[in-house]
């Protein structure tokens, strides 16, 4: 039978925050009588998650990914509904659990900052009582694959972000967790060592075989590693499915590039397209959107009524799409609920 | 399931090892914080044993208030919770997270700083104490026992003292500034635990309410011990509210623990 690696079914977390209004009068008021206010952070989220996938969750700030990790690592307790990971409950934090998980943080460090990293290493193998020659061997495997070997005897407090990081991923990789949760693992990293830490990422997954979920503002970060999406917005999951439907099923529309040709440029560039908007406008370069249905009749008008030197039909980038989603600007979807009949 | 959750001692001592490690990076501060701790009863002995002279007050002679007082050095410096004012940090900050992460209760955590503190911390306090006691001459004259029982004392006075800054420590959960609390523990330990005076010359009223109130039993009560200022029954009596306060300590650690964790994972770090 088919066993998800994490399964969750109506997950809701509500904080009860407490709410005053400015001024000395009011601070005083709130010691007698508090007055708080319930803010959904999380509203009935369900889904399942097999063995060795790797899931990018993906949602502005806000929406509740960091939330979802947290209950999902134990950390807090939900308000209503359930969860399992790796066959334990996450919220009851047994030690066999927290032994088959791992959360690293973008914006957290677990390291002990006066001491070189190998010592930190150390000290977590011991806490997760690694037998010390599967520590040698997954420490030296780790440290190959991010090319680490220098920077295990100098302190960490000298480190780079990016070496940090490094150092931060095999500080939560040591124990060989069967489940990984990545928050914000590329958060102000350069472009190269982003690209690097992805290559890891994918690399220990493949090797590995852990269940990994991925939180991530760098949606190049979300294309190179997983294959299937969670879109959380406002608390509440939006769309789950692979990457690629993604585009199509938010964004149902194209990018038309155009490039006229050099002498009648200006004046032919005022011209109206029916069917297409036009997002920008520049040096004789027009990008259209079209609904993805009209494409091919508006790309024959375009031809048709301009100088065309060159013209290229496009999805839209990623970032566009997401930035559509988190705007709350859903073109071709009537309202939210016709999103989740999608998925 | 203990108090603690699963116990995890390899993990633990691991994390005392490193800690060390990391402190050891910092010696001269933290020899600076505890030449800090050690001024007040330093001033003390200097202002006892020139009020005594060449006679006696309260029935101590010079020579015993300088002994009394280096010994006090000692046991405050051995007693001294200084994770106390670290635990509301971590709550505050976030950190608290990668604590609960881990296979291992966080107590430990604190016990290994608190351990490693304590090495790092004698490393100074020991030697300038032999020093001090060369150039000063004191005196002490045990009871016979005395030693064992003061060393006793000792250890209690530090769990005590632990766990009861731990749980005022711990309303960091709640109040932001909780450590305000900590500073006002420390106010009546300098007055009721021995350091402005040993309780045994407090004036009457301030004496009785030292007897009963658990400060003595952080610091002053295994020095009284040593330095043979208690008869057996006192010392039986003081044993007995020790351990009972104690007890109150650790009941009210493990409760405020429980109620702030409940209360973390409902609102989040």
Redesign the interface.
Known sequence: MFQPQIAVESLTKI??VPQRPPGLAAAIASLFRRTTQDVPAVRDVSFTIASGEIVGLIGPNGAGKT?TL?LL?????PTSGSARVADCTP?E?R??F??R???V?GN?S?M????PPL??F????????VPPAEYRATLDELVALLEMEELLTK?VRNFSLGERMKCELVAGLLHRPAVLFLDEPTLGLDVSMQTRLRRFVAEYNRRSGATVILTSHYMADVVALCPRVIVIHHGRLIYDGGLSRLAARLAPFKLLRVTLGEAEAEAEAEVEIEGAEVIERENGRLTLRVRRGNAPAVTAQVLQRLPVADLTVEDPPLEAVIDQIYQGDLTGFHNLSGLEAAR | MTPLGTLNHRGGWALVKSTWTSWLQYRSFFFLLAFGWMLPPLIYLFVWSAAAGAGQVGGLNRGQFVGYYLILILVNQITYAQTNWTVGDVIRSGGLNSWLLRPMPPLYNVLSSELAGKVVYLAFVVPVAAALAVLLRPEVHPAPGGVPLAILATVLAWALRFFWGLWIALLAFWATRADALLAVQDALVFLLAGVVAPVPLLPAALRAVAAYLPFRYMVGFPVEIVTGQLHPAEIATGFALQVAWLAAALILARRVWRAGLRRYSAIGG
Do not use: C, F, N
């Open positions: 904080y009860r939330t947290k690592s134990g950390l807090l307790h919220w934090r030690p066999e927290l032994r998980i791992s959360m943080l957290k677990q002990i900052w006066d001491i010592d930190t150390r000290v977590l193998g011991e806490i997760y009582a302190p």
